[in-house]
C-alpha cells in the first residue's frame, strides 16, 4: 500500500496528523507533509486507512 | 420501515449522515434541509470565495460530493417545523409528518440580526447565495465597506476585502475586539492586524442608524458617537444564534442564551432517546474541559459531533455499538490577511495569558491561557504546527506543566 498525497486539494485541517503522527507532519504554512516515501510499512496500514478515511478534503487516497 | 431523519443537511448533518452509512447502516434515511440548494461549506464563504479566488462550486460540502453513494432520500427546501420526541414524528413545513426510527438535529445556527428594517446593501454571511450576493457589491468597487462587529466573521470580511483593494472601516461594541473570548493584550492584536493592513478600526462604538437614498439603498451608517460614515455595502457580523426556534413546543431542553444557548444534550449528544443533537445547535458537557457544558461554533467541532452522532444512532437503534461519551478539545482557525490564526480549547477573558513561543509584536506567537493549575486554550498565530501540537496536548491533559513541557524543548 502506498499513500498518495494531493496538496493542491488539502486545505489543512490537520486531521491526519491528528490521526497518523506516524505518517503525516505539518509545514509552517499548516499544510499536510507525508512521511512515509513508498511502500507503507504492514503496522502503519490501519493508521493510514484512518487518515484517509478522515480527510474532508479527500487530498489523501491510498494505492494498493 | 422507518427511516432516519437528519434535519439539516450541512456540515454536521452529512457527516452524521456518512458516519451511519460506514457504519454499515443499509436502511432509509431521510435528510431535509429548509435551503432550496444543497448547503455549501461555509468557511472559503468569507475567503476564498468573497475574495473571488474560488467559484461557489468549489465550496462544496466534503461529505456531499458521494451524494449517490449515500443513498438519501434528501429534500431540500423543506423545514421542520416541530417534533415529538416520545413518538419521534417529525412535522414539515409542506404540510407533511415523518414517523422516525431515530432523529439526528443539525439545524446549525443562523446570524444574529440587527432588529428592524434594513436598506438593501446591508448584507449577513452565512450561505453561498449570501457570499455571492455579497461578493457582486464588491465587484461593482464601492467606495468604502463598513463591516459591523470584529467577530471572526467580520474580521475576515474586512481581510477579503482590503485584499480586494476596497477602503473599510470596522466598527466594534466592545473596547476591545472579541472581548468576550480573548484576554485584552490578544483582542488588540486583532485590532493592530486590521489597523496595520489599512482598516479604519473604530471601537466603543455601536450602529445608531442607517442612512439611506430615495431608492432605499444603503448611503451610510451614524455611530453611537455621532459619527457619520459613508459606505455603500455594510455587512453585519455581530455572531449567530443556534437554530432551534423550531423545538420550542417539542418538549425538549433548550438552553437561555445566558447559558450558551441551544440543545441540552447528555454527553452522548443525546436529547431524548433516539433523538441526538450535533454541530452548533448542539450544547453537551464536555469530557475534555471536566464536563464543562459547551456550545461550539466551530467546523471541525461540527464534523466530529456529525460523526459521533451517526454512531450513536445506530447504537440507540441497536445496529451498532456504543461509541462511548463525545468529547472533544474546540478547534477553530481563521485566516486574516498573512496570519493564520489557530486557536485550541475554550479561553475565557479572565485568563492569564502566558506567550510561549515567539512574539505578538513579530506576529508569530503561541499564547497559552492559565487558569488555577490548568491550561484551558492555546492560541497560535503562523505557527500550525504547535497549535496542532497544543490541541493534542490538550485532548491529553489540562494540567499546565504538561503544557509547558511540550514549549520547553
Ligand atoms: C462565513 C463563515 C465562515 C466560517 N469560517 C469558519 C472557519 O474558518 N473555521 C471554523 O472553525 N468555523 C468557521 N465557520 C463556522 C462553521 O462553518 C460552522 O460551525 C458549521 O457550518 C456548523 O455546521 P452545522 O451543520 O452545525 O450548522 P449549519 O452549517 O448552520 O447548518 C444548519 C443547516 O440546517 C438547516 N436548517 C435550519 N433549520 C432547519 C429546519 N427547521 N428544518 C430543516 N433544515 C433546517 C439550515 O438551512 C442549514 O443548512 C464559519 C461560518 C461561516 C458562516
Ligand atoms: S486531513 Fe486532509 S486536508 Fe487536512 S491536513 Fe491532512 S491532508 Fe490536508
Known amino acids: 500500500m502506498k499513500i498518495k498525497y494531493d496538496r493542491d486539494l488539502c486545505q489543512g485541517h490537520n486531521r491526519c496528523y491528528l490521526l497518523a503522527p506516524e505518517l503525516f507532519d505539518v509545514d509552517d504554512d499548516g499544510y499536510a507533509v507525508l512521511l512515509v516515501d513508498g511502500e507503507v510499512p504492514a503496522d502503519l496500514q490501519e493508521k493510514a486507512n484512518l487518515a484517509a478515511d478522515n480527510c474532508p478534503e479527500y487530498a489523501i487516497t491510498l494505492v494498493e | 420501515m422507518k427511516p432516519?431523519?437528519?434535519?439539516?443537511?450541512?456540515?454536521?448533518?452529512m457527516s452524521a449522515v456518512q458516519s451511519m452509512r460506514s457504519g454499515g447502516?443499509?436502511?432509509p434515511v431521510v435528510v431535509l434541509d429548509s435551503s432550496p440548494e444543497m448547503p455549501h461549506d461555509r468557511p472559503p464563504l468569507s475567503k476564498q470565495v468573497l475574495a473571488g479566488e474560488w467559484d461557489l462550486d468549489r465550496a462544496g460540502l466534503p461529505m456531499a460530493r458521494n451524494m449517490s453513494e449515500l443513498d438519501v432520500d434528501l429534500r431540500l427546501g423543506v423545514s421542520a417545523v416541530g417534533l415529538d420526541p416520545d413518538s419521534l414524528q417529525l412535522s414539515l413545513s409542506d404540510g407533511s409528518t415523518i414517523s422516525a426510527a431515530g432523529i439526528v438535529i443539525a439545524t446549525g445556527s443562523v446570524p444574529r440580526q440587527i432588529p428592524g428594517e434594513v436598506p438593501s446593501g446591508v448584507f449577513v454571511l452565512r450561505t453561498g447565495a449570501d457570499s455571492l450576493a455579497l461578493?457582486?457589491?464588491?465587484?461593482?468597487?464601492?467606495?468604502?465597506?463598513?463591516?459591523?462587529?470584529?467577530?471572526?466573521?467580520?474580521?475576515?470580511v474586512a481581510a477579503t476585502c482590503r485584499g480586494r483593494g476596497l477602503e473599510v472601516t470596522m466598527v466594534e461594541a466592545t473596547e476591545v475586539p472579541l472581548q468576550r473570548v480573548l484576554p485584552a493584550d490578544l483582542g488588540s492584536f486583532v485590532a493592530d492586524l486590521h489597523r496595520n493592513n489599512g482598516v479604519d478600526v473604530r471601537l466603543g462604538v455601536g450602529l445608531d442608524s442607517f442612512?439611506?437614498?430615495?431608492?432605499?439603498?444603503?448611503?451610510?451608517?451614524?455611530?453611537?458617537?455621532g459619527c457619520e460614515i459613508a459606505a455603500q455595502v455594510v455587512l453585519i457580523g455581530i455572531g449567530a444564534v443556534p437554530e432551534v426556534s423550531?423545538?420550542?413546543d417539542s418538549g425538549l431542553a433548550l438552553l437561555p442564551p445566558q447559558e450558551g444557548g441551544g440543545i441540552r444534550c447528555d454527553e452522548s449528544l443525546r436529547a431524548a432517546p433516539k433523538v441526538l443533537a450535533a454541530g452548533d445547535c448542539a450544547s453537551w458537557p464536555n469530557g475534555s474541559f471536566n464536563g464543562e457544558r459547551m456550545r461550539v461554533e466551530q467546523w471541525e467541532s461540527a464534523l466530529e459531533q456529525g460523526t459521533h452522532a451517526g454512531k450513536q444512532m445506530l447504537f440507540e437503534i441497536g445496529a451498532g455499538e456504543d461509541p462511548g461519551a463525545f468529547s472533544t478539545v474546540p478547534w477553530f482557525w481563521s485566516d486574516q490577511y498573512d496570519a493564520k490564526i489557530q486557536m485550541a480549547g475554550r479561553a475565557d477573558p479572565g485568563d492569564e495569558v502566558h506567550v510561549v513561543d515567539g512574539s505578538v509584536a513579530e506576529g508569530r506567537f503561541v499564547a497559552l491561557f492559565k487558569r488555577g493549575d490548568e491550561c484551558r486554550a492555546a492560541l497560535g498565530v503562523n505557527r500550525p504546527r504547535l497549535a496542532i501540537r497544543a490541541r493534542m496536548k490538550l485532548a491529553e491533559t489540562l494540567a499546565w506543566d504538561s503544557m509547558l513541557e511540550l514549549f520547553d524543548q
Open chain 2, 4 to 13: 432516519l431523519v437528519v434535519v439539516g443537511a450541512s456540515l454536521a448533518g
Open chain 2, 25 to 27: 447502516y443499509a436502511g
Open chain 2, 135 to 156: 461578493r457582486d457589491e464588491l465587484d461593482r468597487g464601492p467606495e468604502r465597506v463598513l463591516v459591523i462587529g470584529a467577530g471572526f466573521i467580520g474580521a475576515e
Open chain 2, 211 to 225: 442612512l439611506a437614498d430615495a431608492s432605499g439603498a444603503v448611503r451610510g451608517v451614524t455611530l453611537t458617537d
Open chain 2, 246 to 248: 423550531w423545538l420550542e
